[in-house]
């Protein structure tokens, strides 16, 4: 039987996680998804291809290759590989290229474009791509932030990203002095998705001028965790954080803000500042929890209240990812 662990797994090689910044597509990137190296590029035509970074020749890495109209070659013989399918359609050494080895290709994973990142699935997907409701009517513009490494899983991130009761200890700057106790929380869980409804409260901080707001806090599992905040002034504004699993336990986190077209307030870099700052405050706690990840298999015991009503219904929807998987 397996244990929880290799179900969480291998849950996360059938769902959706990004893998580059749309933005850093000028050039081939390298990126790592449960310990598989691919590399992200777009093509001369436009289009984004995801890929097995090695070369199967003698295993030139193709994230420092060259980009042509379809496909990529490697640095270093030459070899080309279509985007669309991996084939190795160019061997500049054979005269004849008619004797291109067959079966050379490299391994071609599906490549979304959403949210300003570039997403994909290691193998046949038990997910749809995340699409949030709350998000299809809004016309968002996305900025997406500097990703972040962070040493723990993908789960623990997402707990972190959505938590509510580590706000007057680790968020004492950015937010200012906010309340210990924790209001009953209105969490709602339908499979996959978990919501929350909450007033802001701003304390003293960052966030204190901006009037009336209500946060839709969503979190789908495996890997998607998101506040969209309603204010009364302004419109819709989003943050969301989507980490990606380079291990079982380590994440890329990829995040970024998203404004409504017509929102009123502050820039997307403005509150791209502002909450990076509050990341930034919650990495160095995060950095060190023991264990790495959520103990599925019960390895350590832990204690839960009210206050983690959130996070207990996302191990609940990670649960049901799981079952789906095994
Ligand atoms: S190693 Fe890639 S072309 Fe030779
Ligand atoms: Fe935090």
Redesign the pocket.
């Known amino acids: 039987m397996s244990s929880k662990r290799e179900l969480a797994e291998a849950a996360m090689r059938r769902s959706w996680f990004p893998v580059a910044r749309t933005a850093d597509l000028d050039k081939p990137v390298a990126a790592t998804l449960l310990g598989v190296r691919l590399v992200v590029y777009r093509d001369r035509s436009g289009a984004i291809a995801v890929q097995s970074r090695r ?6 890495d ?1 994230s420092i ?1 060259e980009v042509h109209e379809s496909s990529i ?7 080309e590989f279509a985007g669309a399918d991996g084939a190795c359609v160019r ?1 500049p050494s054979l005269a004849d290229q008619s004797r291109i080895p067959p079966r050379a290709r490299i391994r071609t994973y599906p490549a979304v474009e959403r949210f300003g990142h570039v997403w994909t699935v290691l193998e046949e997907p038990i997910t749809e791509m995340y699409d949030p409701e709350e998000w299809r009517d809004a016309d968002l513009l996305w900025l997406a932030a500097d990703p972040i490494d962070s040493p723990v899983g993908v789960g623990v991130t997402i707990e972190n990203f959505r938590d509510v009761a580590h706000f007057p200890f680790v968020h004492k700057v950015s937010m200012g002095p906010t309340p210990e106790v924790v209001e009953p929380l209105d969490v709602k869980r339908d499979g996959l998705d978990v919501w929350m409804f909450r007033p802001l409260n701003a304390g003293s901080g960052e966030w204190a001028n901006d009037g009336d707001c209500m946060m839709k806090y969503h979190c789908i599992a495996p890997g998607l965790a998101s506040i969209t905040y309603e204010y009364a002034k302004f419109g819709v504004r989003v943050v969301a954080g989507f980490p990606s699993p380079t291990s079982y336990e380590n994440v890329k986190i990829f995040w970024g803000v998203a404004n409504a077209r017509d929102y009123a307030g502050a820039s997307l870099e403005e509150n791209l500042r502002v909450e990076e700052m509050v990341y930034l405050e919650d990495l160095p706690i995060v950095e060190d929890l023991d264990p790495r990840e959520i103990p599925w298999d019960a390895e350590v015991e832990e204690f839960s209240v009210p206050a983690d009503m959130f996070t207990l219904n996302y191990r609940r929807s990670f649960l049901e990812l799981m079952r789906r998987a095994g």
């Open positions: 070369c199967p020749h003698r295993g030139g193709l290759g070659a490697c640095p270093y013989h030459g070899w061997v």
